[in-house]
């Protein structure tokens, strides 16, 4: 696994962010019908919450992100995206852990969404994570603490 290392994000960090997600969904989004180029930006910029965000660095080069928003009820794992050149490589992985234990410590449920037949929900579910609600095209998964 390379080096990597989380930083705090900044506004600054919108376009970027959004890009990356234009890339990882897009292969998902089209095999749902869903996939708007200009959309699948705009909904990033429009939800990106710089004081939840993290983002993720590999030899001090942006390779992804993750959002853990607070709610009434839990927290939202959101934004969770890595470069496509990264995935597989266990830094994803490691970025999950070091966030569930984080939410274990504190009691905390976690919720998500995750696009049907997304390989990420693989990857949540080897996480303790299981399907709350399933609609057309969103799953949404809920992981209590440990």
Same mark, same amino acid.
């Not at 959004?18 to 989004?29: G, I, N, W």
């Not at 939202?76 to 990264?86: N, Q, T």
């Not at 049907?116 to 709350?132: I, K, M, N, P």
């Given at each position: 696994?390379?080096?990597? *290392?989380?930083? &705090?994000?900044?506004?600054?960090?919108?376009?970027? =962010?959004?890009?990356?997600?234009?890339?990882?969904?897009?292969?998902?989004? *089209?095999?749902?019908?869903? @996939?708007?180029?200009?959309?699948?930006? +705009?909904?990033?910029?429009?939800?990106?919450? &710089?004081?939840?965000?993290?983002? #993720? *660095?590999?030899?001090?080069?942006?390779?992804?992100?993750?959002?853990?928003?607070p709610? *009434?009820?839990?927290?939202?794992?959101?934004?969770? @995206?890595?470069?496509?050149?990264?995935?597989?490589?266990? #830094?994803?992985?490691a970025?999950?852990?070091?966030?569930?234990?984080?939410?274990?410590?504190?009691?905390?449920?976690?919720?998500l +969404? =995750?696009?049907?037949?997304?390989?990420? +929900?693989?990857? @949540?579910?080897?996480?303790?994570?299981?399907?709350?609600?399933?609609? &057309?095209?969103?799953?949404?998964?809920?992981?209590? &603490?440990?």
């Amino acid at each position: 696994m390379a080096d990597w *290392e989380l930083r &705090p994000a900044s506004a600054a960090d919108v376009e970027a =962010v959004a890009e990356l997600r234009a890339v990882v969904l897009r292969a998902d989004l *089209e095999r749902l019908g869903r @996939y708007d180029e200009q959309r699948v930006r +705009q909904r990033l910029r429009d939800r990106f919450v &710089p004081a939840h965000t993290w983002m #993720i *660095e590999v030899g001090g080069a942006f390779a992804g992100c993750v959002a853990l928003r607070p709610a *009434e009820d839990a927290h939202w794992l959101e934004h969770f @995206y890595l470069s496509p050149h990264l995935q597989g490589s266990g #830094i994803g992985t490691a970025v999950l852990r070091g966030l569930l234990e984080q939410c274990d410590r504190d009691g905390t449920l976690i919720r998500l +969404q =995750v696009l049907r037949g997304s390989a990420a +929900q693989r990857l @949540y579910e080897r996480h303790g994570f299981t399907v709350d609600i399933e609609e &057309p095209v969103d799953v949404f998964m809920v992981r209590r &603490p440990a």
